[in-house]
């Protein structure tokens, strides 16, 4: 079946300090894919998406881009602040379905 | 423009009793999605629903658990003779029109803990 995977944390950074959390897929033909993020004790909420190949999602300084070739999806951040500090879920969707992966748990030291 | 609502937030059962976990879709998304968090994993698709119709359960237990999005009210997951294995975070989404078409919304999730 349909997985994505993502890089393992917990991962922590000093605040200003550039961010990648990678991010693959084995889906074929071309899923929408997703990154959410979790902040304590919350529920999920979608930080950017893309639809397709070569497609950038974008929001609050988070970038990923589609890459078909590569199968990936991976989260960048050029200055993460203590306000970033969460866990980030990469997805796929496929039909009816979404795949999540096991999550990203970033902290922002000041 | 309520998101999507989950309650309760928090529920503890012990062993063996019932519990009950409702989700209110966001106003005017009739496709709900219930995943399960188990402690330091990602999100576990359970169920897909569309009002009155269970579409993809695949993703459910066989047995205890059941999930239904009546006509009226919230979609509600049943899960029957709770064990300290069902402990996690349940979520629900919603969407307005099919997974891979449109994005879906979580709600804030609830927390089961069976004693």
């Known amino acids: 079946g349909n997985s994505v995977t993502q890089m393992e944390g917990p991962v922590t950074l000093s605040e200003e300090a550039f961010l990648t959390i990678n991010c693959t897929y084995t889906a074929t033909g071309y899923p929408s894919l997703f990154w959410y993020v979790q902040y304590p004790g919350e529920g999920l909420q979608l930080l950017l998406k893309a639809t397709k190949a070569d497609d950038k999602g974008s929001n609050k300084g988070f970038e990923a881009t589609y890459r078909k070739e590569t199968t990936s999806f991976h989260l960048e951040k050029g200055s993460v602040q203590v306000s970033d500090s969460a866990v980030y879920f990469c997805?796929?969707?496929?039909?009816?379905?979404?795949?999540f992966g096991t999550g990203t748990s970033l902290t922002v030291i000041p | 423009n309520a998101g999507v609502m989950q309650n309760p937030r928090h529920l503890v059962r012990r062993r063996g009793q019932e519990a009950r976990l409702r989700c209110s879709p966001m106003?005017?998304?009739?496709?709900v999605y219930w995943y399960r968090q188990l402690p330091e994993e990602g999100l576990k698709f359970m169920v897909y629903?569309?009002?009155?119709?269970?579409?993809?359960e695949s993703g459910m237990p066989k047995e205890r658990f059941s999930a239904e999005f009546p006509k009226e009210g919230p979609s509600i997951l049943r899960i029957q003779q709770v064990v300290r294995g069902d402990s996690a975070a349940y979520f629900c989404?919603?969407?307005?029109?099919?997974?891979?078409?449109?994005?879906?919304?979580f709600g804030p999730g609830t927390r089961l803990t069976v004693l």
């Open positions: 989404a919603s969407s307005r029109l099919l997974a891979d078409t449109d994005t879906q919304y």
């Open positions: 629903l569309q009002k009155e119709n269970i579409i993809d």
């Open positions: 106003k005017g998304h009739s496709h």
């Open positions: 997805a796929e969707v496929t039909g009816n379905q979404f795949y």
